[in-house]
């Protein structure tokens, strides 16, 4: 019942573009939980620098500036081209740290 009232609504009277994009914006929870993983990734790269070796140091290092970057890219109101970058930087981080995972795993367990 509810979704038929909102159909309703919304041919009555249709959300201008302004006030679409204002409500696709990221919650703020999902933001507090990208802040705490790249904290514990600072804390795990902080304290483990003296264990970790240089595969370990480059991908805990890639993954918090992944992380860093899909921060600021949600946080700022960018072009639509330095959005596309920012989201290309980003994935592109993320698969890195990703396949360094691999390659430590791949040394560690299979050389």
């Known amino acids: 019942?509810?979704?038929?009232?909102?159909?309703?609504?919304?041919?009555?009277?249709p959300k201008d573009d302004e006030q679409?994009?204002?409500?696709?914006?990221?919650k703020a929870?999902?933001?507090?939980?990208?802040?705490?993983?790249i904290a514990v990734t600072l804390f795990i790269l902080v304290v483990g620098w003296s264990t970790l070796d240089d595969i370990g140091h480059?991908?805990?290092?890639?993954?918090?500036?992944?992380?860093?970057?899909?921060?600021?890219?949600?946080?700022?109101?960018?072009?639509?081209q330095m959005h596309t970058t920012l989201i290309a930087v980003s994935s592109?981080?993320?698969?890195t740290s990703i396949g360094l995972l691999g390659y430590s795993l791949y040394i560690q367990f299979w050389r």
């Open 1 to 13: 019942m509810a979704t038929q009232y909102k159909k309703i609504q919304n041919k009555l009277h």
């Open 20 to 26: 679409a994009k204002a409500d696709l914006k990221p």
């Open 29 to 37: 929870t999902r933001d507090a939980l990208l802040l705490v993983l």
């Open 58 to 80: 480059a991908m805990y290092t890639v993954l918090m500036i992944g992380m860093v970057v899909v921060y600021l890219n949600r946080r700022l109101n960018l072009s639509k």
């Open 92 to 95: 592109t981080m993320l698969v």
